[in-house]
C-alpha cells in the first residue's frame, strides 16, 4: 500500500477514493482481513494490486515488515498451540511443502478438518495445475512496480515486461469467446497448437527473455529474483499445461467474463491425499454434519483415501421433526420439461407468500436463477435480492437486515452461510443438485469409474448430489429455536428410485405435500405483518 502511494497506478476516482477507504482502514484493523471491505467489490482488481502474496513479499527487507499484518500472523502462528485456517490455506500450505517450496504454516503434529466434504474439490485445486490470463497480468505488473521502486526500471527490461503483457493477450484471444468450461484433450491441444503456435511461442519467448535479462544483471536483489521465478514457474506450468499428458489429469480450459483459465485437474486426489496427508500424521479428524449418505461413510472414503479410520455418526443437534417441514409439491413437471419453470414460478410466488418473504431461493445453475427472478419479481411484494448485484457479504447483510428479504442465489450461498432466527424461515431448492454431467471433470471422473468395472451414477453422481442438498438445506435450521420450511421443486425425488437414497440421507423432517399444512407449520405467530 506504501508503494501504491507513490505511484500512479489508480484508476479512476472510484479506485482513488476505495484506496483511501482502505488507507484509513488499515490504520484501525487489528487483522488486515479482506473480509472487513464490505464496500468492496469482490471482484476488485483494485485489491490483487494491494493484498500481501507469499510471491510478492519482501520479507524483512519490506520498510513495513514490522507493522505487517502478515508478519504478525505468522510470528502469531508459530507461537500458538492451536492454529486455525482455512482448507484453502492449508492445502496451498501442503503443496508448496509437495513442491519444496518451503512452507506458510508452522510445523503441526495433528489436523482437525471441519467441512470436511469440501475436501476433495480444494485439493483438487491445489495439487493441479492452472494459469490464466490474470497470472501473466499481474506478473507483468508486479514486474514493473518492482523495478521502478528499486530503480532498475531500464527502458531494456520495461519492454520485457511490455512484451509479456502484449504476447499473454494475444495468446488468451486465441481462445474462444464463448463462456463455459470446456474439455481440452490431449486432440484438442495437439490441434490447438498447430493453428496457434506463433502465440504460443511467443509467449514462451517473452518469458524465457524476462528471466534470461533478469539472470544478466549485475545487482540482483531479492524482490528480482522472486519475480523471474514467478516467470520460470508461469512458463512450466504453460509447458505442463499444453506439452504433458499425465493419466490422471484431466485437461480444460474456461472463460469467465474477462478471465481465460487453463487447467489440468487430479481426476482421482484419493491416492495424493494418502500419501501426503493421512499417511503422515498420526491424527486427523473429519468432520461435518454431511459426510454420510444414507447413514454410511462409503462414499467419502473412497473419495479421499481414507483406507482404515475409525468413523462415528452422532445424533443431531436439533430435533429436525419439530423444528422443520420438508414441503414437496405435487404435479411439477419433471425438471427437464419446458413447462417446469413457469411452474416452478408459480410454487415459488405461492411459497413465499406463505413464509411471508423471509427465504433462500437456492438454484443450480445462474440461468435459472435468474429466469425464475425474472418471473417472480414483479408478483411478490418482498424485497427480492440477486446473487451477482452486489459482493455476496453485502447480499447477505441485506438479507440479515430486511424484513421479509429474499434471496435468489446459487452455489456459493449453498453452504458456509448463518442466518439464525425468524428472518430466515423458508429455503426453497429448484431442483436435486447433481454436478453438470458435461463439466470436464466430472466427465473424467465418470470415465474413470466406468473403466475401473464400477457404476458411476450410484458410487458419485448420486452421493455427490445427497452431500450438496443437504448443505442447501443446512441454511435453514442453524439454532434450537430455528423453524422453518424447505421445499424442493425436483419430482425426481419421489419419481425415481435414486430418489429413495436422498430421502434416508436427510435429516427426519416432517414431510408433507400440502401448501395448507406448511402454513399451518409455520403458524400465526411465525406470519407478522412485513
Known amino acids: 500500500m506504501n508503494a501504491m502511494a507513490d505511484q500512479a497506478l489508480l484508476k479512476g476516482m472510484d479506485e482513488l477514493d476505495a484506496f483511501q477507504q482502505i488507507k484509513q482502514w488499515a490504520k484501525l484493523t487489528e487483522t488486515g482481513d479482506r473480509a472487513e471491505l464490505t464496500f468492496l467489490p469482490d471482484d476488485s482488481d483494485l485489491w490483487t494490486r494491494l493484498d500481501a502474496r507469499r510471491d510478492t513479499c519482501s520479507g524483512q527487507k519490506c520498510p513495513s515488515f514490522n507493522p505487517c499484518f502478515v508478519t504478525g500472523m505468522h510470528q502469531r ?3 500458538a498451540d492451536l492454529i486455525i485456517v482455512n482448507h484453502h490455506l492449508f492445502f496451498a500450505d501442503l503443496s508448496l511443502k509437495q513442491d519444496d517450496f518451503g512452507s506458510i504454516l508452522p510445523e503441526y503434529s495433528a489436523v482437525v478438518f471441519d467441512e470436511a466434504h469440501e475436501m476433495e474439490d480444494v485439493a483438487s485445486d491445489y495439487f493441479g495445475r492452472q494459469i490464466s490470463n490474470f497470472r501473466f497480468e499481474e506478473l507483468a505488473r508486479d514486474a514493473d512496480q518492482t523495478l521502478r521502486l528499486l530503480h532498475l526500471g531500464t527502458p531494456s527490461l520495461l519492454r520485457r515486461t511490455q512484451r509479456i ?18 474439455p481440452f484433450s490431449r486432440n484438442e491441444r495437439e490441434a490447438f497448437l498447430e493453428q496457434n503456435r506463433e502465440a504460443y511461442d511467443d509467449l514462451a519467448s517473452a518469458l524465457k527473455g524476462f528471466e534470461t535479462e533478469c539472470a544478466a544483471m549485475t545487482q540482483k536483489p531479492e524482490e528480482i529474483l522472486r519475480i523471474a521465478r514467478r516467470s520460470f514457474e508461469l512458463r512450466q506450468e504453460l509447458t505442463f499445461l499444453f506439452e504433458s499428458n499425465e493419466r490422471n489429469f484431466v485437461y480444460w480450459y474456461e472463460r469467465r467474463n474477462k478471465g481465460v483459465f487453463l ?15 493421512f499417511e503422515q500424521f498420526d491424527t486427523v479428524v473429519l468432520t461435518s454434519a454431511t459426510l454420510t449418505v444414507g447413514n454410511r461413510f462409503e462414499f467419502i472414503r473412497h473419495r ?71 418471473r417472480v419479481r414483479t408478483r411478490v411484494p418482498f424485497p427480492l435480492l440477486l446473487q451477482g448485484t452486489s459482493p455476496r457479504s453485502v447480499l447477505l447483510e441485506r438479507f440479515k437486515n430486511t424484513p421479509g428479504a ?13 442466518v439464525p ?10 431442483r436435486l443438485p447433481f454436478a453438470v454431467p458435461s463439466d470436464p471433470i466430472v466427465a473424467a471422473r465418470v470415465a474413470a469409474l466406468q473403466e475401473d468395472g464400477r457404476n458411476p451414477f450410484a458410487e458419485f453422481q448420486v452421493p455427490q448430489a445427497v452431500l450438496a442438498l443437504k448443505q442447501g438445506f443446512g441454511r435453514l435450521i442453524r439454532t434450537k429455536t430455528d423453524r422453518g420450511v424447505l421445499a424442493l421443486l425436483d419430482s425426481r425425488i419421489q419419481r425415481m428410485a435414486y430418489g429413495k437414497i436422498f430421502l434416508e440421507s436427510l435429516p427426519k423432517y416432517k414431510m408433507t405435500s400440502d401448501l395448507a399444512e406448511v402454513s399451518r407449520f409455520l403458524g400465526k405467530k411465525d406470519r407478522k405483518k412485513i
Open 77 to 79: 502462528a508459530k507461537d
Open 165 to 182: 503483457r502484449e504476447r499473454s493477450r494475444t495468446f488468451f484471444e486465441t481462445f474462444p469467446p464463448r463462456d463455459g468450461r470446456f
Open 263 to 277: 487447467a489440468a485437474t487430479p481426476i482421482d486426489v484419493s491416492q495424493i491425499l494418502r500419501e501426503r496427508l
Open 304 to 374: 479421499l483415501g481414507l483406507d482404515h479410520a475409525k468413523e462415528r455418526g452422532l445424533p443431531p443437534e436439533f430435533d429436525y421433526e419439530k423444528q422443520a417441514m420438508l414441503y414437496l409439491p405435487q404435479n411439477m413437471p419433471d425438471v427437464r420439461n419446458p413447462a417446469f419453470t413457469a411452474k416452478a414460478a408459480d410454487e415459488i410466488v405461492n411459497l413465499l407468500e406463505t413464509s411471508q418473504g423471509r427465504a433462500f431461493c437456492l438454484f443450480t445453475s445462474y440461468s435459472q436463477m435468474n429466469e425464475l427472478f425474472e
Open 406 to 418: 429474499v434471496l435468489f442465489a446459487t452455489a456459493s450461498f449453498w453452504q458456509g452461510v448463518d
Open 421 to 430: 432466527g425468524e428472518q430466515l424461515s423458508c429455503v426453497i431448492v429448484d
